[in-house]
């Protein structure tokens, strides 16, 4: 991707040069996507969706992965406050068990885009799926790395997810959903094996799905048991 690293390797990235580029092509306004939640064994996704001024500064905006949860909760607030919008969607773990992850992913998306306050005209999207709408886009591999815009909806849907996991914590306790928010820790899957699964654990999920009660069966043949209608 040009314009993104400059010449001296050791430089830091320039965080706006996708936003730059986009608005040189006439767009204005720009949201950055991004995601949390794909890899655990239990909860919702969450994307959100952020709108930032042209050349507005973050300092310390970057992959939500590689903060701490106190600097995650302090820029959460700063976003808040300089952003222009902020969207957030939601796939909960029965939509994950139904329509997969990815697209339990992609609706969460499309769900964050449709909540923000004003509409975008250009969507950044963090990875290599588009999101099913018709705004103009584009996907970028480790997006939450390189552009401001992105990385900023990283800390917003995480530190969202991170909340709603730790009052899962309150009502489903023994799973340890406030410390590791539902990704398979040697822990969580010592409690899936001793406790089963909770109600939001995914059940299409390896390391829960094996723990799921067995479904009864019928001892007699050609007798329907009504488990099975078309």
Not at 117 to 140: A, C, K
Not at 150 to 176: C, H, L, N, W
């Amino acid at each position: 991707m040009t314009g993104l690293f400059p010449d001296n390797p050791g430089a830091p990235i320039d965080m706006l040069a996708l936003e730059a580029q986009t608005l040189r092509r006439g767009y204005c306004r720009i949201a950055g996507i991004d995601e949390a939640g794909r890899g655990p064994l239990a909860g919702p996704v969450v994307a959100a969706a952020v709108i930032l001024p042209s050349g507005v500064l973050l300092p310390g905006v970057n992959d939500s992965k590689q903060l701490t949860e106190e600097k995650r909760e302090e820029l959460f607030d700063v976003i808040h406050r300089e952003a222009i919008a902020v969207g957030v969607g939601i796939g909960d773990h029965a939509l994950v068990d139904s329509i997969n992850i990815l697209q339990a992913t992609l609706s969460a998306m499309r769900d964050a885009v449709r909540a923000l306050s004003l509409p975008p005209d250009f969507l950044l999207i963090d990875g290599i799926s588009n999101v099913p709408m018709s705004i103009p886009q584009r996907t970028v591999k480790k997006g939450d790395s390189l552009s401001l815009s992105i990385a900023a909806a990283s800390i917003i849907a995480k530190v969202t997810r991170d909340r709603m996991m730790v009052q899962y914590d309150a009502e489903y306790p023994g799973y340890g959903f406030a410390s590791h928010k539902g990704y398979g820790a040697a822990s969580h899957l010592a409690a899936i094996a001793e406790l089963g699964p909770c109600p939001i654990h995914r059940k299409t999920f390896s390391g829960v799905k094996e723990h799921l009660p067995s479904q009864p069966c019928s001892d007699t043949a050609g007798t329907s048991t009504g488990l099975f209608s078309f």
